[in-house]
Every structure is written in structure tokens, then in C-alpha cells.
Nanobody, 116 residues
Framework: QVQLVESGGGLVQTGGSLRLSCAAS????????MGWYRQAPGKQRELVAD???????NYADSVKGRFTISRDNAKNTVYLQMNSLKPEDTAVYYC??????????WGQGTQVTVSS
């Protein structure tokens, strides 16, 4: 079983930056990819970015050029560097891991609030 623990959320002004971290523990070998989703009030959860074990990345159009996903395999940690933040980036951000059997594991979520 895999456990995910997120950190790094908070309050920032428009144009500011934050870095989210997600540390994985447990059955790390079972993870095929990791990523970040977000859910704003009244909206569906949406993919922000993900990264495969091979390092292939994928971004939502709304964050391309502003957010960067990366991973440190030695620390079993995935990061989301968020720059040029906008009020519409305000949401709860969830770390996600996809197992090799295509099951999903979710973190507890971390709040990101961007003030205008």
C-alpha cells in the first residue's frame, strides 16, 4: 500500500510562487506515475500535471509555462513548482499516484489560496 503526504500549500499574492511537495511511502515499487490534481469550490477535480517513472510530464493547458512538476526518486518525492500564480489557481491541491494496476491513491490535499 502507498501513502502520500503533501506539504507546501498556503496563501500567496497574485504573481507569487509556491512549491508543493508530495512524499510517498509504502509500496513505492507499485507506482507507475504521480501527479497533482486540484479542486476549486463548486468545480470538478482536474489534472494539473503528472510525471511518469520515466520522467515524461504532462500539464493542463491552464498551467503550461507557469508550473513545473519534478520528482526526486531518491526521496520518493514529487514537487510542483508554481510560479506566476493567479486567483483562478486557488484550490485544494491533491497528490495522486497511479499504481501499475491502474488503481489511484490520493493524498489528503493542501490548500492553495491566491489573493488578488
Amino acid at each position: 500500500q502507498v501513502q502520500l503526504v503533501e506539504s507546501g500549500g498556503g496563501l500567496v499574492q497574485t504573481g507569487g510562487s509556491l512549491r508543493l511537495s508530495c512524499a510517498a511511502s509504502g509500496s513505492i515499487f507499485s507506482i507507475a506515475a504521480m501527479g497533482w490534481y486540484r479542486q476549486a469550490p463548486g468545480k470538478q477535480r482536474e489534472l494539473v500535471a503528472d510525471i511518469t517513472n520515466g520522467g515524461r510530464t504532462n500539464y493542463a493547458d491552464s498551467v503550461k509555462g507557469r508550473f513545473t512538476i519534478s520528482r526526486d526518486n531518491a526521496k520518493n518525492t514529487v514537487y510542483l513548482q508554481m510560479n506566476s500564480l493567479k486567483p483562478e489557481d486557488t484550490a485544494v491541491y491533491y497528490c495522486h499516484a497511479l499504481s501499475r494496476l491502474f488503481s489511484s491513491i490520493w493524498g489528503q490535499g493542501t490548500q492553495v489560496t491566491v489573493s488578488s
